[in-house]
């Protein structure tokens, strides 16, 4: 199971970082995925980092602001927001699955283990 957390409200350029704890497996060779969903909007990757290389993809719209990063010792996987817009406002979600195929990892379906959610909630 994983658990997301750290979402929150937050003024335009503040920051924010998410939390995706792990349980019940072991976490630390699983390919990790934040994904964001936006009311009225098709869910969409926002990092991912794959555990083989520690390969990170990122959306255009959050390069050089967000770093997706893991402590796998502590079975949790970050998600670290800076310079947050309004337009980042949406539900969080911590992905994970043993292996994606690169070109796959910004496809929802490819995650096999998902999180609740967690609410980011930027004003202007």
């Known amino acids: 199971q994983l658990q997301a957390s750290g979402g929150g409200l937050v003024q335009e350029g503040g920051s924010l970082k998410l939390a995706c704890a792990a349980s019940g497996r072991t976490f630390s060779s699983l390919d990790m995925g934040w994904f964001r969903q936006a009311q009225g909007k098709e869910r969409e990757l926002v990092a991912a980092?794959?555990?083989?290389?520690?390969?990170?993809t990122y959306a255009d719209a959050v390069k050089g602001r967000f770093t997706i990063s893991r402590n796998s010792a502590k079975d949790t996987a970050y998600l670290q927001m800076n310079s947050l817009k309004p337009e980042d406002t949406a539900l969080y979600y911590c992905?994970?699955?043993?292996?994606?195929?690169?070109?796959?990892?910004?496809?929802?379906?490819?995650?096999?283990?998902w999180g609740q959610g967690t609410q980011v909630t930027v004003s202007s």
């Open positions: 992905a994970a699955t043993s292996r994606v195929i690169l070109s796959s990892v910004r496809v929802p379906s490819s995650y096999a283990y």
């Open positions: 980092l794959r555990w083989s290389g520690g390969t990170t």
